[in-house]
């Protein structure tokens, strides 16, 4: 193997996914990736995950755990380093597609399964953001590739057997076990194909499973352990069986499923219209292939049906839809339409011409939009100009007490030390500066610990959910 595919892997993933990573202020979901692991890191307990004053259940940590290690080795906490983790796992697909399945779709097919990996929609937008979805996919493509890459070259049972559930057990500590749906309908579908399916019950495939297992109990035993009393495996099985049930249907975003699931592999959803055309000369290719086409079809129309579905659950396809289309360009014939085969560059194989046009397109567009688009948007923040005035507002001396603050995104920009409490009572006398959500300001405001009088508000603020918190100050008549 070269040098030469890794170094082009390695300068367009730091074009796409490097560039003004840290300049825009958390949005979404990245609050709750980034506060549990602030948490972590002043409490040292990393076994449960903690937003505001409230253990968090809904997500296992494993992404917590990424961003506090990210801190910790970069000694600052900042957005870029929050992010890092998530594009870093889009580079460790990106390199397995370039390494272990080189032997399997051959050193061109290899490096443009990779190029198509970084270069979908639905990768750069969770890549470049501190998101489950980056790392859930990631860790799904990292299994897919070393079974389909070792099945397909006969390697070793227990090699191809055990180490990607390895994989799949770290993907059970990102986002729980729908990832499984998607691997063992792709590795079902494929083996039929191939007519082996017989050979799924062997004992190294049953030590994977132990293997993927006792990784996530290695961190649930001690979970369960340390929170009896919150009744956290009820939490686990509701979140589950409410994707399944729907407990929070809405009609119009389910119809959108699909769309958006295939929006997501844009702009290479185009070339899996053509699947059918391709002509593959080696029968184990052939059943890979079909059992690509099939695992992937059923999978994302099965998931994207379930009544509490959502577009991005699907997202681990699109490691193994890579695979497909760099199937589909180096296959012995592959009939699409004009208008899709390019003649430049010309000193570039044809496989790799359309891989690598779209590449450089992207490259541009990221260019572009960090540094003309970000100081546009950077202009119009919604979460860190909330944390400047409380920062401004309490002394760099002085500690801040949030009363229950559920999930608060600007809490990651206030300044140290922040001190969370589960309700007013546990305020102590000497506190000075207090957060409280609208339904506490009273209680704190009539409270017996302080003098009538001596509480009040200081700023009132509302972000862009329509959540409004109270800054108060005790002592204000001293």
Partial sequence: MTVRPLAIVLVLWAA???PGLGT?????EEGRRILPAITMLQTGNYIV???GSDPYFTKPPLVNWLVAGSFKLFGQRSEWAARLPSALCILAVALAFSTVARSA?????????????????GVIEKGRLIEIEAL????GGLALICWLSWWQQRRSRWLTWIVPWVFLGLGLLAKGPLLLVFFYAIVIAVLYRARELRTIWNPAHFLGLIVMAGIFAAWAIPCLQMMRDHNVAHIWTRQFSGRLSGEDFDLN????????GLGYFLPWTLLLLFASRAVFADERTRSVSAGLVWGIAVSFVGVSLLPGALARYTMPLLAPASWLVAMLLTAERFAVPAWLHLRRPAGIAPALRLPTVVAAL????????????MPFLKKREKVRNLAAQINAAVPATEPLYAVDPDY????????????YVRGVDELPADAHYILVQRRDEQAALGNSKWQPGSVQPVLKLKDYRGKQVTLLKMGASD
């Fill in 408 to 419: 608060q995104p600007f809490l990651f920009y206030v300044r140290d030390p922040i001190v």
């Fill in 253 to 260: 975003g389910w119809l959108m499923n699909i769309p958006r």
């Fill in 362 to 373: 992207v490259s541009a567009a990221i260019a572009i939009y960090a540094f003309a688009g």
């Fill in 16 to 18: 796409i996914y490097l």
């Fill in 24 to 28: 825009l202020e958390i949005k979404g």
């Fill in 136 to 139: 859930y996919a990631s860790l």
């Fill in 105 to 121: 779709l051959g050193g061109k097919g290899a490096l443009a399964a990779a190029l198509i990996w970084m270069t979908n929609f």
């Fill in 49 to 51: 995950p903690q937003v």
